[in-house]
C-alpha cells in the first residue's frame, strides 16, 4: 500500500479524526488537503477534492473559526501550525465540555426533587418504598454510597448482602470504598455490634478506618442494620435475617425519627480506639489487641478467631491481661485499659 492510498483512505468513508473537538469529516478533507498542498485557492481546493466551491467555502470559514486556518485574501488560506492549533482547539473543547457537566451538576437537586415530589404525588401515603429481592437491595446500596455528598450514618450488623458484581466486601475493599466517601468530604459515623467483628481482620480495618477519619462506636447490641444518606435517604429491613423486603425510606417525620434512634444508640456507644498516651507500661500489641475485643464486648470464642487461636487459648490470654492489670472483671480490664490510655 502507498502513501496515497493511505491518505486515500482517510479520505474516503472514514470518520473524522477530529470529530471529538467539532471537525466535520469533510471539514477535515479539506484541512488534510491544505496541509500537504498549502496555498490552494478556494476552486482549486474544491477541484482537489471533487466538489463545487459552494461546498468548500463553508468549510474554510468552519476551518477558520476553529482556528486551524488563517484567512489571508480573498478566497485563500493559510494552515496554523497543528502543533499550536489543535493543541489549542484540544483545550478549548475540554474546558467547555467540563462547563457544561458542572452546569450538568448545579440541576441535579432539583431533578431530585421533582422525582421526590412525582413519587409523592403518585402514592401521596407512600413515603416508604420496599425493595424485593436482592438484586435490587445491592443496586439501591451501592447507589446511595456513591451519591452520599454529606453524611453517611449507619448501625453495622449482618447479614451482608453483596456487589452487584456477585462479589463480597473484604477487608480491602471496605478500606477502599470508605476512604473514597471521606475524601469527597462525607462525613461518615457507625455504631458497631460485637457481630460486626465476625469477619477475621475486621477489627485491625476498623480501627485503621477510625483512624483515617471514619468516627465509630460499638455496642452490645443493635436493633437491625441501618443506613440513613444525608439525611435524606434511609434503609432498614422489616424482616430481620434475610435481604427480601427493604424500606426505602424518603424524607419524613419516620425519617426523621430513624436519625434520632441513631443519635441514641451512638451516645450510648464508646469508641474502639482513642488516642493512645506514651505510658512505659503499655503492654505489647497482642495484649492491646485483646483489650480492644474484650472493649467490643466480644466473647472468647470470636476473639479467638481473631487471635488465630482456639477458644480454650484465648480465655487463658484474657485472663493474663485481667490479671497483669490487677482487675477481676473483663468490664474493669477495659474500663482500666482505656483510663490508662491505652485503647
Not at 446511595?144 to 456477585?166: H, I, K, M, N, W
Not at 455504631?191 to 465476625?198: R, T
Not at 482456639?310 to 487463658?316: F, H, I, K, L, P
Amino acid at each position: 500500500m502507498t502513501k496515497n492510498d493511505i491518505f486515500g483512505r482517510c479520505f474516503v468513508g472514514d470518520p473524522s479524526v477530529l470529530g471529538a473537538v467539532g471537525i466535520t469529516g469533510f471539514d477535515e478533507r479539506a484541512y488534510r488537503m491544505l496541509l500537504r498542498r498549502p496555498g490552494l485557492s478556494t476552486a482549486e481546493l474544491a477541484a482537489a477534492l471533487g466538489v463545487g466551491p459552494a461546498r468548500v467555502r463553508p468549510a474554510l470559514a468552519r476551518l477558520a473559526d476553529a482556528g486551524l486556518l488563517r484567512r489571508i485574501g480573498p478566497g485563500r488560506y493559510e494552515v496554523v501550525p497543528p502543533e499550536a492549533a489543535i493543541e489549542w482547539l484540544v483545550d478549548r473543547r475540554r474546558l467547555e465540555s467540563e462547563a457544561r457537566l458542572t452546569a450538568i451538576r448545579t440541576v441535579v437537586p432539583d431533578f431530585a426533587q421533582l422525582y421526590r415530589s412525582g413519587r409523592m404525588a403518585a402514592a401521596p401515603a407512600g413515603v416508604v418504598e420496599v425493595l424485593a429481592g436482592e438484586e435490587a437491595v445491592k443496586r439501591v446500596i451501592t447507589e446511595s454510597q456513591r451519591t452520599a455528598s454529606v453524611e453517611l450514618l449507619g448501625f453495622d450488623r449482618p447479614p451482608y448482602v453483596g456487589r452487584p458484581d456477585d462479589s463480597h466486601d473484604t477487608n480491602e475493599s471496605e478500606l477502599e470504598g470508605t476512604r473514597r466517601l471521606l475524601a469527597r468530604g462525607v462525613d461518615i459515623r457507625v455504631v458497631y455490634c460485637p457481630e460486626s467483628l465476625d469477619r477475621p481482620g475486621r477489627l485491625e480495618t476498623l480501627i485503621r478506618l477510625a483512624e483515617e477519619g471514619e468516627r465509630s462506636r460499638f455496642v452490645a447490641h443493635l436493633p437491625f442494620k441501618l443506613r440513613i444518606v444525608d439525611r435524606k435517604l434511609g434503609l432498614f429491613p422489616l424482616v430481620d435475617g434475610i435481604y427480601d423486603n427493604i424500606a426505602l425510606l424518603h424524607p419524613s417525620r419516620l425519617l426523621d425519627a430513624l436519625v434520632e434512634l441513631f443519635d441514641v444508640y451512638w451516645e450510648r456507644g464508646r469508641p474502639l480506639a482513642g488516642l493512645p498516651q506514651a505510658a512505659k507500661e503499655r503492654p505489647d500489641e497482642d495484649d492491646v489487641l485483646v483489650l480492644r475485643l474484650l472493649n467490643a464486648g466480644l466473647k472468647d470464642e470470636a476473639i479467638g478467631r481473631h487471635l488465630g487461636v482456639s477458644a480454650r487459648t484465648a480465655t487463658r490470654k484474657i485472663a493474663a491481661v485481667v490479671e497483669r492489670l490487677g482487675v477481676t472483671t473483663r468490664f474493669q480490664a477495659g474500663a482500666e485499659a482505656a483510663a490508662r490510655g491505652w485503647l
